[in-house]
């Protein structure tokens, strides 16, 4: 969500609506806007872009949105790019709203609003003065009632997509869904902040993210405007020495937002994984969703790579028979909505934009929406990185992926051949919070889309940070799926988090990057340890999310977690590499490393720890991959 800006600049940089007036919106369709009733009496506005031809009739694509549906007023057109020109050239109705509490909508707004109706029409009223309940998928049915009831010209057939937060409302909005409703398109949808998306990852907050993102986004709205509100800055480009300067998590309310901000007060007020983040999981209510679900992720989206997965793996679950499509490529937040899809830093790839808007996306919704033909496509069509190829498969993970683990050796060596060492075997490193290992080796003030494949020499050369790598590999290793970190750990601390990262290594003989490729860096991929997966794990949650428990000081405890999916080629004559390490700063806040409620620690609670890493026969610290066969 952070990439909101760069996202919508993708979206509307294109050169057919590239006037400053957007002539071609306003040539090809007449705007209406609406204030459209919902069960419980609240007035939703939405802007209504209807094709002037009005002999035909045309499908509605619904975006519901946080973001604003602007721009206001009748006169005032909006400037479609990238996806939706494309869609919108193929004809169809567009239909953007502002969700409840947002912007020009009437309401109260709840951030990823819990799901409490069951089945359409079946749930009871409140105990509230006998409201009906609402939530978004409620919001959506009645949304859609009106739209195929009030606008001129179309022909019953709806779809959703968004990106991002709009992403989880287009998955909530499928949820026992309006008969006319018969496809969603979550893309980066939202699923869990506090197991994997956004604010936390395996319970630990993601800082920089959730201070920048909620320092606007999170600022109260009274009453309907059509006025955003900005963030705040923080006046420096250094976000690690802003961060680390800032100190324990109580003095973002202290010295920064105050009262202010409502969703940062929730966060603090929930530091377990209790019932109020349990309602807000949107993963086990997705049933009676559309006939067709095509789920959209990028495998270096730093916000929500764990949304799609998951969105799509538990849509498979629940609604057996559907036409259910996932699409993962090398992409940041939201890439694919515009551009050529072409590189992420220094990495540099085959142009996947154009393809997958076109020849994927477009036929997909054409043939649910307006009887085009069958575009046939896969239940899985995943881009594999390292090999810059796209895949085809009937499930994801792939059928037949055998399991395999590389282990945590001596010398910094990495194996699949298990350790022999039946003495204490370990590998250590002091983690001090005053000096946290840097998620990035360069300056920003806060995450950048950059890091999830970014060069990790910077990090390898830290006393900090444990390293691992294999011999040169002779032959390619291809993984696919979710990645299974198990380290045996012992500390002197009474909590410690735990970051294991999966790193390509390429070969020293690789020429410096081209400046002339956009990149004035002028990186050196000769030895890049470009990042292929990283994540973090929160030790005290080890047993349970809800429950947490310390670490007893210099008892060996496994801690094991799993890593988003990866789908990646390390070529012959490149190395694999795994760093582990405790600090990821400013991209997850500190651990103090000792047992406490972080968002209410002390500066005195904050102390350095030694920790170590077991790599014997019966404590063997290793990474399970699913090794695709050559």
Same mark, same amino acid.
């Given at each position: 969500?952070?990439?909101?800006l ?6 509307a940089?294109?050169?057919?609506? $590239? ?21 419980? /009496?609240?007035h939703?506005?939405?802007?209504i ?14 975006r ?5 549906? /602007? ?19 193929q ?7 502002? %969700? ?5 909508s ?13 089945a ?5 009223p409140?105990?509230n003065g /006998? ?16 739209l195929v009831?009030?606008v001129?010209?179309?022909n ?11 992403g ?9 869904? #309006? ?5 969603v ?7 869990d ?7 936390h ?12 993102f909620f320092?606007?986004f ?12 900005? *963030?705040m800055s923080?006046?420096?480009p ?12 109580p003095? %973002?309310k ?7 901000i ?10 377990t994984?209790?019932a109020?983040w ?11 969703m559309p006939?067709a679900?095509m789920?959209v992720?990028?495998?270096?989206d730093a916000?929500?790579l764990?949304?799609?997965l998951? %969105? ?11 036409a ?9 937040? *939201?890439q ?26 477009i ?5 649910y ?11 899985a ?7 810059n190829?796209?895949?085809r498969f009937d ?21 699949f ?16 919070? $005053?000096h ?5 080796g ?5 995450m950048?889309?950059?890091?999830m ?13 444990l390293?691992?790598q ?26 410690a ?9 390429y070969p ?6 081209n400046?002339?490729?956009?990149n004035p860096q002028?990186?050196r ?20 999310f809800?429950?947490?428990?310390p670490?007893?000081?210099g008892r060996v ?10 789908? #990646?080629?390390?070529?012959?004559? #490149? ?6 390490q405790?600090?990821?700063f400013?991209?997850?806040d500190r ?5 406490v409620?972080i ?7 904050f102390r350095k720890a030694?920790?170590?890493? #077991? ?12 090794? %695709?066969?050559p």
């Amino acid at each position: 969500m952070m990439t909101r800006l760069l996202i919508a600049a993708l979206i509307a940089a294109t050169p057919l609506a $590239a006037q400053p007036d957007t002539l071609w919106v306003r040539n090809n369709f007449a705007k209406r806007e609406a204030r459209i009733p919902m069960r419980d /009496g609240v007035h939703l506005f939405t802007t209504i872009y209807v094709p002037k031809d009005t002999t035909q009739r045309y499908p509605i694509l619904l975006r519901r949105t946080p973001y604003s549906a /602007g721009p206001y007023g009748d006169t005032n057109y909006v400037q479609l790019g990238g996806l939706l020109l494309a869609i919108a050239e193929q004809g169809y109705i567009i239909a953007f709203q502002d %969700v409840r509490g947002r912007f020009m909508s009437e309401g109260e707004f709840v951030d990823v609003r819990p799901q409490v109706t069951t089945a359409q029409g079946a749930a009871p009223p409140s105990t509230n003065g /006998g409201a009906p309940l609402v939530d978004e998928s409620t919001d959506t049915w009645d949304t859609i009632d009106w739209l195929v009831k009030n606008v001129v010209a179309n022909n019953g057939r709806v779809a959703m997509q968004g990106v991002s937060y709009p992403g989880f409302y287009s998955a909530a909005g499928g949820i026992n869904h #309006h008969p006319a409703l018969r496809l969603v398109s979550p893309q980066a949808p939202v699923a869990d902040w506090f197991i994997g998306d956004d604010f936390h990852h395996n319970g630990a907050l993601y800082l920089a993210h959730t201070f920048h993102f909620f320092s606007g986004f999170g600022r109260p709205r009274p009453a309907p405007t059509p006025e955003g509100r900005p *963030g705040m800055s923080i006046g420096t480009p250094d976000g690690y020495r802003f961060f680390l300067d800032l100190g324990p998590l109580p003095n %973002v309310k202290a010295r920064w937002f105050g009262d202010s901000i409502r969703f940062w007060n929730d966060i603090t007020a929930h530091p377990t994984y209790d019932a109020f983040w349990k309602a807000r999981n949107i993963l086990p209510h997705l049933k009676n969703m559309p006939p067709a679900v095509m789920t959209v992720g990028g495998w270096y989206d730093a916000e929500d790579l764990y949304g799609p997965l998951k %969105v799509y793996e538990s849509v498979e679950e629940k609604n057996p028979g559907i036409a259910n499509v996932l699409v993962m490529g090398p992409w940041f937040h *939201g890439q694919w909505s515009g551009g050529p899809g072409d590189a992420l830093g220094a990495v540099r790839y085959p142009a996947t934009g154009p393809f997958i808007r076109d020849s994927v996306m477009i036929p997909f919704f054409n043939h649910y929406l307006k009887d085009g033909p069958d575009p046939k496509l896969p239940e899985a069509l995943v881009y594999e990185t390292g090999a810059n190829r796209w895949r085809r498969f009937d499930a994801w993970p792939p059928r037949g992926v055998q399991q395999r683990s590389l282990y945590l050796r001596e010398d910094a060596g990495l194996s699949f051949q298990a350790p022999t060492a039946l003495r204490a075997a370990a590998d250590e490193f002091v983690s001090d919070p $005053a000096h946290p290992v840097p998620f990035i080796g360069y300056i920003a003030p806060g995450m950048t889309i950059e890091h999830m494949v970014d060069d990790q020499r910077f990090a390898a050369t830290r006393p900090d940070v444990l390293v691992y790598q294999t011999p040169v590999l002779t032959e390619d290793v291809t993984i696919a799926g979710p990645i299974t970190a198990t380290l045996w750990v012992s500390t002197t601390g009474t909590d410690a988090d735990w970051v294991v990262k999966v790193i390509d290594v390429y070969p020293d003989t690789l020429p410096m990057l081209n400046p002339e490729l956009g990149n004035p860096q002028r990186v050196r991929l000769g030895g890049y340890q470009q990042l292929v997966r990283g994540e973090l794990f929160r030790g005290k949650f080890r047993s349970s999310f809800e429950r947490p428990e310390p670490f007893v000081p210099g008892r060996v405890t496994k801690v094991e977690y799993e890593l988003p999916d990866v789908f #990646h080629t390390f070529q012959r004559g #490149h190395r694999i590499m795994i760093q582990v390490q405790s600090s990821w700063f400013p991209l997850v806040d500190r651990n103090p490393q000792t047992f406490v409620d972080i968002y209410h620690a002390k500066a005195s609670d904050f102390r350095k720890a030694t920790h170590r890493v #077991h790599r014997t026969r019966a404590q063997a610290s290793r990474v399970t991959v699913g090794v %695709v066969a050559p």
